[in-house]
């Protein structure tokens, strides 16, 4: 039994390579990889703004944020206390200031 061959019948080997060459020197898949580069460029400057405007919120975040969320706990914890005194003691429970 004879063996089948792939890509055509009588071409040898060097026909498909210099196919090959054809097809990547063409100018579609050079203008193909252009754009791919371009892509992966534009790609990696967004992620680098990104990730400074990341930077840039969660710094904020902790700076002005975290405090005033600590400030607030504290303020609650000071009430809580007045307010279990003011039980204990029997006075009456003083609300504002």
Do not use: Y
């Not at 039994?1 to 792939?6: D, E, G, N, V």
């Not at 097809?23 to 790609?43: H, L, T």
């Amino acid at each position: 039994m004879a063996a089948k061959r792939f890509g055509g019948a009588g071409k040898s080997g060097g026909g498909d390579s210099n196919i090959l060459a054809k097809i990547s020197n063409s100018e579609i898949v050079s203008q193909g990889r252009r754009v791919a580069g371009d892509a992966v460029g534009v790609s990696k400057k967004l992620l680098r703004s990104t990730g400074k405007a990341a930077w840039i919120a969660g710094t904020t975040f902790l700076i002005l944020v975290v405090p005033l969320i600590i400030e607030m706990d504290r303020e609650a914890q000071l009430n809580e206390i007045d307010l279990q005194q003011a039980s204990l003691l029997g006075a009456p429970a003083q609300r504002g200031f």
